[in-house]
T-cell receptor
Framework: SQQGEEDPQALSIQEGENATMNCSYK?????LQWYRQNSGRGLVHLIL?????REKHSGRLRVTLDTSKKSSSLLITASRAADTASYFC?????????????FGKGTKLTVNP | NAGVMQNPRHLVRRRGQEARLRCSPM?????VYWYRQLPEEGLKFMVY????????ESGMPKERFSAEFPKEGPSILRIQQVVRGDSAAYFC?????????????FGQGTRLTVV
């Protein structure tokens, strides 16, 4: 079953605004990762946050993790038209004795110029 | 260091034919993962392999689908007797270590269309 669930499913904002996407998951994790996918392309890794971390920054990206609520958020500040893409959270951990990334359905972000 | 290479990028097969999708992981990566993505959906895990071994195939349909990662050469995802429902984008990813410790690197995908 799907582990991560992102919300909103779609988000449309103006250039310069901030975009916040949320992700919830169900089981214990070792880390949570955010990926970006441009239309018709492969996934690009953005940030990895470990279960013992609460916040992480990378350029205009800020990720938080609340393991008590089993949730994470991705904040993109000062958005640009080039940020238009789908964003996925994925959890990694020992699930059933094996490890793999389990993805949510994603948030489709549109940044209007 | 070239990224994860998948080929072909697009593949059209008639119902009943076989589809072979290839994935060359990044240099030094011994962990390979295959995912399937339907339009407007997230990625669904199919199989996780390390060199010559299938570690987890819990996401693979029991019939018609198989995967391998030989000692030499690319990883292959093979779909026999394709049906329309197999049409999707198939992504391969690789990592140098277990995903508890690192991110995965994805290829550009193979878009399979079954006609």
């Amino acid at each position: 079953s799907q582990q991560g669930e992102e919300d909103p499913q779609a988000l449309s904002i103006q250039e310069g605004e901030n975009a916040t996407m949320n992700c919830s998951y169900k089981t214990s994790i070792n880390n949570l990762q955010w990926y970006r996918q441009n239309s018709g392309r492969g996934l690009v890794h953005l940030i990895l946050i470990r279960s013992n971390e609460r916040e992480k920054h990378s350029g205009r990206l800020r990720v938080t993790l609340d393991t008590s609520k089993k949730s994470s958020s991705l904040l993109i500040t000062a958005s640009r038209a080039a940020d238009t893409a789908s964003y996925f959270c994925a959890t990694a951990g020992p699930q059933g004795g094996s490890e793999k990334l389990v993805f949510g359905k994603g948030t489709k972000l549109t940044v209007n110029p | 260091n070239a990224g994860v290479m998948q080929n072909p990028r697009h593949l059209v097969r008639r119902r009943g034919q076989e589809a072979r999708l290839r994935c060359s992981p990044m240099k030094g990566h011994s962990h390979v993962y295959w995912y399937r993505q339907l339009p407007e959906e997230g990625l669904k895990f199919m199989v996780y392999l390390q060199k010559e071994n299938i570690i987890d195939e819990s996401g693979m349909p029991k019939e018609r689908f198989s995967a391998e990662f030989p000692k030499e050469g690319p990883s292959i995802l093979r779909i026999q007797q394709v049906v329309r429902g197999d049409s999707a984008a198939y992504f391969c990813a690789s990592s140098p270590n277990y995903l508890m410790n690192t991110e995965a690197f994805f290829g550009q995908g193979t878009r399979l269309t079954v006609v």
